[in-house]
């Protein structure tokens, strides 16, 4: 049970951040047309799809799309991975937690891009498959700022910009987990986790 609870956070995550693409994609115009606003004109639901990482930074090769979700798949399982060995020797448990969003967000987005190219037929065109090469499905915008960035700005001048990317849950999970790691490293880091086969006596003694 004390591995349980931290996988079973990861997975409502996961179910969470599928269902609300779902609802997206079943229920909502792509772009403009679909938009909704939520909160005045900065919080909006906007159906837009994702081909690559964060802010759509993409690998530039045909098999770059592969490469990333294959990427995304080990790393899944180094986070699983590192999630055990976190509550076997007796981390602090914000940290756990904090994993067990980051490991949620991280397989919510690898569905997306392991099985949306055949679900929704939403693969790039001219993917060399259509598995391994799903768009990720983002929706949740807030629109603090859109315009085209000043002709003097180095290398963005010119270009038309929106101050924040559209996200949603499984991003949120990661982005949240990994913010109260950074707020927290010396109470998460500052101590060496003890392995759980120490015996009290062990501890006490400093051994």
């Not at 919080?43 to 799809?49: C, E, I, M, P, V």
């Not at 983002?138 to 001048?157: C, L, Q, R, S």
């Amino acid at each position: 049970m004390k591995y349980l609870k931290y996988y079973l956070a990861a997975l409502a995550v996961i179910m969470v951040d599928q269902a609300v693409k779902l609802i997206v994609h079943y229920n909502m115009e792509m772009g403009l047309p679909g938009e909704i606003y939520l909160i005045g004109d900065w919080l909006k639901l906007h159906y837009t799809l994702n081909p690559g990482m964060a802010f759509g930074v993409e690998l530039g090769s045909d098999y770059g799309k592969l490469i990333l979700t294959l990427f995304r798949l080990v790393a899944m399982f180094g986070i699983g991975y590192y999630l055990y060995y976190l509550v076997k020797h007796r981390a602090p448990k914000g940290l756990i937690w904090c994993i067990s969003l980051i490991l949620g967000g991280a397989i919510g987005n690898l569905i997306d891009s392991t099985f949306y190219g055949v679900w929704f037929d939403n693969a790039p065109y001219g993917a060399v498959t259509p598995w391994f090469h799903g768009q990720v499905i983002d929706m949740f915008y807030v629109d603090i700022w859109e315009g085209i960035v000043p002709h003097w700005v180095p290398i963005m001048g010119g270009r038309p910009m929106s101050l924040w990317p559209i996200f949603n849950v499984a991003d949120s999970a990661i982005f949240v987990g990994v913010l109260l790691i950074l707020f927290n490293q010396k109470r998460f880091f500052g101590e060496n986790p003890e392995p759980e086969h120490k015996s009290l006596m062990e501890r006490e003694q400093g051994l």
